[in-house]
């Protein structure tokens, strides 16, 4: 089993920025990949970004959704064992509950999610 629990959200006026953080606990070697997704009120959960866990073969592999390029970063710190999610300019529009959630080996879902983190950007 793994465990994920976010943290780092807020409420920002737009323009400014937050810094989203996700620690992993549990079978983290069975981690390949995180993700974050985030959820407004009313509307489906979409992705935002996502990197390979402990950039395995050094190889990140980081996507990002349209609307997070140039303004969001997503990270690793191995020695901490968490992803971040760096988020600038932020718009009214980012508000929602973010999520990181994590797939494991053996399985092509990500069945784990962490109990997510309000991020509320007021114009």
């Known amino acids: 089993q793994v465990q994920l629990v976010e943290s780092g959200g807020g409420l920002v006026q737009a323009g400014g920025s937050l810094r989203l953080s996700c620690l992993p606990s549990?079978?983290?070697?069975?981690?390949?990949?995180v993700n974050w997704f985030r959820q407004a009120p009313g509307k489906e959960r979409e992705f935002v970004a996502g990197?390979?866990?402990?950039?395995?073969?050094?190889?990140?592999?980081?996507v990002y959704a349209n609307f997070a390029k140039g303004r969001f970063t997503i990270s690793e710190d191995n020695a901490k064992n968490t992803v971040y999610l760096q988020m600038n300019s932020l718009k009214p529009d980012d508000t929602a509950v973010y999520y990181c959630?994590?797939?494991?080996?053996?399985?092509?879902?990500?069945?784990?999610y962490g109990q997510g983190t309000q991020v509320t950007v007021s114009s």
């Open positions: 959630a994590a797939r494991v080996s053996g399985e092509s879902s990500y069945n784990y």
């Open positions: 549990g079978r983290t070697s069975s981690i390949e990949r």
């Open positions: 990197i390979n866990w402990s950039g395995t073969m050094k190889v990140y592999n980081i």
